[in-house]
DNA sequence: CGTAGACTTGACCTGCGTCAACGTGTGTGG
DNA sequence: CCACACACGTTGACGCAGGTCAAGTCTACG
């Protein structure tokens, strides 16, 4: 099997990016064991409340939301994963209380049992820690939802989110004026916790603005320096560590 | 030295409330070097934008917060951390966008060195697991804070919060009707995103309603049913697993 | 070529913010 | 032991960002 065609080698890239791993702990994530799904757009996979999950969500293609919900239905979608994720990585080790995860557009997923997940970190101590890291990330982009929400009017809350998503379509690495990102404006509102019609109109000021273009499938950003400015955004809590030796290995090798 | 009069004793008794550790590891833990500082209310410690930190914070007493800021100067409470937290576990991992740590009240506090953080984890791997599982609590936690902030009115945000401290307050255990809690009204709605002004009033309707009494140093809960339901307020993503068999250990025991 | 999901726009409404004044408690120095 | 300063809390009057409601348009696709 060559390198680029197994179905978790986005996840090894994801997880290298940040941590140091041996070939051979390489290729013991990649012999996980997966069971494939493809869901449609709109689909719910995982359901809020749901007393204890078994397998974690690989996204090999598509666009998942994770989100929690009121009691009167209202959603807030809490993260977005986009392929090269492990959407519930966390709930390996922490089953319970995870909120529900969503299908935003056609996706396919890649479950893998948490008993394979368990045993792989077990076996190789690297491989939890660069699991733990991952997470950890996952955990800084959820701070600054958090300011977002709490804090931002409803233009800089958009662009906030359209410079995230371009880091992390970059592969935590480059920015990209050009990605593809299959949200409807209803899901970005459940993100940045606005109606549809104030996202609209909110979208419609960045464009005419000449900052960026958001559309079904694809954001354009026609001027990043202004659009981060807009954003109050700061790639730092979220780019990977580009000089090797900061790539932290806590365990040693052998 | 005794059990229950040793520094980190606290630390060991939250982790082992979920995670299983052998009496070495325990005492591993307990041996952690702890260098103590002693903060006034309102000073912050870990500032927002530090390039890399390079010590875990272990709250012996009192409150801290942590928060990002506008470039206005806004802040957002993304966390309450209480006696027994290990405030920023995380950054031991990952020690870059971690936010803020500001005292929101007199505290005392135990810095870890992560590279003594790091070497516990490397050599005992049950520990790393445990310190991973513990981070996702916080994980949890900061996801129910996007939806509370997100998508619930005033009142229900703030019912929200009495709620989960109220939890943790009990050691995630238990129900405490009746908790000490030395937040100020601004604080909370830092933390809430609300104003001041708009907390207060909030905090007076749950009070003529009979559900809650805040104060500046307590809080007493005075109809837990409704002021749950009130809050929307779910405890079992915050819970410790009491049936010993659910306190998952992923790593052998040697 | 009809239907459904996504997007757009306008008119009006409201929960919360803003501003400003006043109360209240507590520690501190004269 | 007073006073007075400062942090915290409370209340009222008014404004506005964003919500709600409703009526479209646009596009993809069967």
């Not at 916790?193 to 694809?218: M, P």
Request: hydrophobic share 45%.
């Amino acid at each position: 099997m060559s390198r680029s065609d197994h179905d978790l080698q986005l996840f090894v890239d994801r997880l290298t990016a940040r941590s140091v791993l041996t070939v051979e702990e390489q290729q013991a994530i990649l012999a996980l064991p997966t069971h494939r799904t493809e869901l449609r757009a709109k689909q719910d996979f995982v359901h809020d409340g749901d007393e204890e999950v078994t397998h974690s969500s690989f996204i090999a293609s598509g666009l998942v939301g994770r989100f929690g919900q009121t009691v009167t239905g209202a959603r807030q979608i809490t993260a977005f994963h986009i392929p090269g994720d492990m959407a519930d990585l966390h709930s390996a080790v922490r089953p319970v209380g995870v909120g529900g995860l969503t299908a935003l557009y056609d996706t396919t997923i890649l479950h893998v049992p948490h008993a394979a997940i368990r045993r792989l970190a077990a076996h190789y101590p690297a491989v939890a820690e660069a699991f733990w890291r991952d997470c950890m990330l996952d955990a800084a982009i959820l701070m600054q939802w958090v300011v977002n929400v709490g804090r931002r009017d409803a233009r800089t809350r958009i662009a906030h989110i359209l410079c995230e998503m371009s880091i992390r379509f970059g592969g935590d690495r480059q920015i990209l004026l050009d990605y593809p990102f299959f949200a409807t404006q209803d899901q970005l509102a459940d993100a940045v916790a606005l109606t549809n019609v104030h996202v609209n109109r909110s979208l419609k000021a960045l464009r005419t603005e000449g900052l960026a273009t958001f559309r079904h499938g694809a954001v354009e950003i026609h001027d990043w320096k202004k659009l981060a400015e807009v954003g109050e955004f700061d790639s730092a809590y979220l780019v990977a560590d580009t000089a090797p030796e900061r790539q932290k290995r806590l365990i040693g090798t052998a």
